[in-house]
T-cell receptor, first 111, second 113 residues
């Protein structure tokens, strides 16, 4: 069974731009969560989607948003990029009540 | 909100020794506690998890213990091997689905042969 895939793997953007990251969960997994990983703040929960609805949300500004499609694929969007948004963005999928499986992440660099 | 503290931040052991990493959490409603291993350039990988109705769980060389009263849980790795070298994260969740994980800051484990 294929694992969680994330595209693109690497991305360079300029301050003020917006970016969209994509995540394809493991087949059959309907829950998709997004996390931000930085050296300073560590791993922080952004939001979780289940059946196209946001089920949980972390403490991030409204510039960070996401959505989930009917096939469970998810996208996250960051608008008006800031230097501090440079991070590894991780997507994780799971079955209901089961462990989360993480993808390899998208490395975003904001210059 | 929930806060998870993890110690130590770095740990160096000799091959064959045991390694222990400890975490404390603040939200008594937390009921799911996974441990992840992250190698360079990869996403975190679950190595073991425990739910609040269990005090201890073991999987070969890896074990986790949970003390709900003290609100702390620990990872124990026995007979360490060089391939155990990685960053380890503890996490906690208070929802039934075990999502919306709050992570500790991580422990860099180095096993020298």
């Amino acid at each position: 069974k294929a694992g969680v895939t994330q595209t693109p793997r690497y991305l360079i953007k300029t301050r003020g731009q917006q970016v969209t990251l994509s995540c394809s969960p493991i087949s059959g997994h309907r829950s998709v969560s997004w996390y931000q990983q930085t050296p300073g703040q560590g791993l922080q929960f952004l939001f979780e989607y289940f059946s196209e609805t946001q089920r949980n949300k972390g403490n991030f500004p409204g510039r960070f948003s996401g959505r989930q499609f009917s096939n469970s694929r998810s996208e996250m969007n960051v608008s008006t990029l800031e230097l501090g948004d440079s991070a590894l963005y991780l997507c994780a999928s799971s079955l209901i009540g089961e462990e989360q499986y993480f993808g390899p992440g998208t490395r975003l660099t904001v210059t | 909100g929930e806060n998870v503290e993890q110690h130590p931040s770095t740990l160096s052991v000799q091959e064959g020794d045991s390694a222990v990493i400890k975490c404390t959490y603040s939200d008594s409603a937390s009921n799911y506690f996974p441990w992840y291993k992250q190698e360079l350039g990869k996403g975190p990988q679950l190595i073991i998890d425990i739910r609040s109705n269990v005090g201890e769980k073991k999987d070969q060389r890896i074990a986790v213990t949970l003390n709900k009263t003290a609100k702390h849980f620990s990872l124990h790795i026995t007979e360490t091997q060089p391939e155990d070298s990685a960053v380890y994260f503890c996490a906690a969740s208070h929802n039934q689905a075990g999502t919306a994980l709050i992570f500790g800051k991580g422990t860099t484990l180095s096993v020298s042969s």
